[in-house]
């Protein structure tokens, strides 16, 4: 590098480009400003206030002075009885659909990856359930439901009448009922995160596999699966997480939210109730903190398994 | 004509044709199954939005359920309109979302540009924090987003349903990426022109960048016309609420009218559905750019 040039000889046009870097930098500081407060608003300020706020008895509208509570409200959460039940339904919740939902999605991404006619057609018809939102899509399916509804009259022909439940008003099977939900409405999504990844395996690597004799499902397993690694992992963690996030279903297709007798209640529901409900907002603040716990370590494991592009492996 | 004897080879290539004919067909009849499946609620909720009301639940377990019988026209849109005020919160869901995406795209891409392409201090902590920022989940921030807004009476706002979206680090991110890999080549002929970063940004790469906007345009209305949760907390009345929430009002106020509740899904739906069929491509591509950062 030049040495720094004293005041005295610094020459017009150095001037200038010192002059053209101060304009850029007060440019670049004019363009991230806005986002910039804006994130720190409505970001880092609620996150920071999330940890704060659960040491406290804060409440929503109180004329109480807030009061500092140590882990109160940790130690009433972690032994309540109704956050454990909420809690392991979001477990049994991705136990199901992730394995179910990330095959599925790899399914479909496989069928329309085939370059056949029609295949765009059939993408998008797969995709159509993203864009519902999913709010006309829960009352749509607490119809279709209903114990006389479309779904039981496809079981009891398939079943022969062996399988016939009143879903959303079953303890059993109102939660399996908002699963089919999810995957429906979720399902397109992955697909094309899955194609994306498929159409990225070089072509030469199937060539070589089959020319030495592997079978179409050797080359699955040995070509297609490592080549999919990383967008694999993406869809299991980000299937994982929005599991976790699972709401809008249990606020609407129940009779009363998270019914019957609490057999769709999930760490959201409890969020809402607890933090907005009940307005113990110091309380609700400490379940979103133990569900940013949940997300963040989630996503660490998905950074540990993904390999770097290019890694030997 | 006389037949010729096939070779061996020749009828073990007609052999691989017929089973590759008899794996084409079966991956149709698969594909086509699979398409009822996704396409079967779509059509229902259509069909019964069209629908006498009583008919709607009578008609849910058979194949009458897809007959718009008997016929009502738009009935059920009005009478949802009046009972839901459909038209009100329609319109509402539409003032939101517009001005999370419109004012989104000017503040998410700028700032991914500055962070991509100019010179300043501070740049890789903002650059690290934006990365740090993408994984906080939104329901997350709700309850200390619900204390601070409820404290500044934000309460019952359209502002208060705005403003926390506008910002989106995920989106940041994907511009910031986007803007690395355009040429800088580019832009420094414009500089050599003597336009400074603002004219650059404006009239050279902007006008480049026209497919990410699109595709952050289609997934930030994707992801704000169906809110649900923050809505439910910072909305009372129905001067404000967006859509998705009015659907609370059939389940409260009994007779429950199904072909009200499915006009109003209905109606809910079509936007999305036409803007989706339309910006196809970008959708898809936004989706699986979503994914990239895996």
């Known amino acids: 590098m030049t040495a720094v040039p004293t005041a005295g000889e610094k020459t017009p046009r150095k001037r200038a480009a010192s002059g053209a870097r101060k304009s850029e930098s007060r440019v670049a500081w004019a363009f991230s400003a806005p986002a910039l407060i804006l994130l720190l608003a409505f970001t880092v300020l609620p996150f920071a206030l999330a940890f704060f706020l659960s040491f406290t008895n804060q409440r929503l509208i109180s004329p109480l002075p807030t009061r500092f509570v140590g882990i109160d409200n940790y130690i009433d959460t972690l032994g309540s009885a109704t956050f454990w039940k909420a809690f392991f339904n979001n477990v049994w919740f991705v136990v199901?659909?992730?394995?179910?939902?990330?095959?599925?999605?790899?399914?479909?991404?496989?069928?329309?990856?085939?370059?056949?006619?029609?295949?765009?057609?059939?993408?998008?018809?797969?995709?159509?359930?993203?864009?519902?939102?999913?709010?006309?899509?829960?009352?749509?399916?607490?119809?279709?439901?209903?114990?006389?509804?479309?779904v039981n009259a496809i079981m009891e022909t398939v079943t022969f009448g062996a399988f016939s439940p009143d879903w959303l008003n079953s303890t059993t099977w109102a939660l399996p009922a908002m699963m089919i939900v999810g995957i429906w409405q979720g399902v397109g999504f992955q697909m094309v995160i899955l194609l994306a990844a498929l159409q990225d395996v070089p072509e030469v690597l199937y060539e070589a596999a089959s020319i030495d004799g592997a079978s179409r499902w050797e080359q699955f397993l040995n070509v297609t699966l490592p080549g999919i690694r990383n967008g694999l992992i993406f869809v299991i963690t980000v299937t994982t997480i929005l599991a976790f996030r699972l709401f809008d279903q249990v606020w609407i297709m129940p009779r009363v939210p998270g019914g019957p007798l609490d057999s769709t209640r999930t760490m959201m529901l409890e969020l809402v109730e607890t933090g907005f409900g009940a307005q113990a907002i110091g309380r609700g603040a400490a379940i979103a903190v133990i569900f940013f716990v949940i997300v963040l370590v989630l996503t660490l494991v998905q950074r540990r398994f993904v390999r770097e592009e290019g890694e030997v492996t | 004509m006389t037949?010729?004897?096939?070779?061996?080879?020749?009828?073990?290539?007609?052999?691989?044709?017929?089973?590759?004919?008899?794996?084409?067909?079966?991956?149709?009849?698969?594909?086509?199954?699979?398409?009822?499946?996704?396409?079967?609620?779509?059509?229902?909720?259509?069909?019964?939005?069209?629908?006498?009301?009583?008919?709607?639940?009578?008609?849910?377990?058979?194949?009458?359920?897809?007959?718009?019988?008997?016929?009502?026209?738009?009935?059920?849109?009005a009478s949802a309109a009046e009972r839901a005020s459909l038209w009100r919160v329609f319109f509402?869901?539409?003032?939101?979302?517009?001005?999370?995406?419109?004012?989104?795209?000017?503040?998410?891409?700028?700032?991914?540009?500055?962070?991509?392409?100019?010179?300043?201090?501070?740049?890789?902590?903002?650059?690290?924090?934006?990365?740090?920022?993408?994984?906080?989940?939104?329901?997350?921030?709700?309850?200390?987003l619900l204390y601070i807004t409820a404290e500044l009476g934000w309460l019952d706002t359209y502002h208060v349903q705005i403003l926390p979206f506008v910002a989106n680090a995920l989106f940041i991110y994907l511009f910031y990426t986007f803007f690395l890999n355009v040429p800088v080549s580019l832009e420094e002929a414009a500089r050599v022109d003597g336009a400074g970063p603002v004219r650059t940004f404006v009239s050279v790469v902007a006008p480049l960048a026209r497919p990410a906007y699109a595709t952050m345009a289609i997934l930030g209305f994707l992801f704000s016309w169906g809110q649900f949760l923050w809505p439910v907390l910072v909305t009372r009345g129905v001067d404000v609420r967006p859509l998705p929430l009015g659907i609370g009002v059939f389940k409260t106020t009994p007779p429950v009218q199904w072909g009200d509740i499915m006009a109003y899904a209905a109606l809910m739906t079509l936007p999305v559905l036409i803007i989706f069929l339309i910006f196809q491509r970008y959708f898809i591509q936004g989706v699986a750019s979503s994914g990239v950062k895996g």
């Open chain 2, 3 to 77: 037949a010729q004897p096939a070779t061996r080879e020749e009828t073990k290539l007609a052999s691989m044709e017929r089973a590759r004919r008899r794996n084409l067909i079966i991956q149709y009849i698969l594909m086509v199954l699979l398409a009822g499946f996704f396409l079967f609620p779509l059509v229902f909720m259509f069909v019964a939005a069209l629908k006498d009301d009583a008919s709607v639940l009578s008609d849910s377990g058979g194949v009458t359920a897809f007959i718009p019988d008997p016929w009502v026209g738009f009935d059920n849109f």
């Open chain 1, 96 to 150: 199901v659909v992730v394995p179910v939902q990330t095959a599925f999605a790899l399914w479909l991404a496989i069928l329309v990856n085939r370059k056949i006619p029609g295949r765009v057609f059939f993408r998008t018809v797969f995709f159509l359930p993203v864009v519902t939102v999913m709010a006309a899509a829960a009352v749509i399916w607490s119809l279709l439901f209903n114990a006389n509804g479309l």
């Open chain 2, 92 to 144: 509402n869901s539409v003032i939101i979302s517009s001005f999370i995406v419109g004012l989104g795209l000017v503040v998410n891409s700028v700032f991914g540009y500055a962070l991509a392409r100019l010179r300043f201090r501070g740049r890789n902590v903002l650059i690290a924090m934006v990365i740090a920022l993408i994984i906080i989940p939104f329901e997350a921030l709700a309850v200390p």
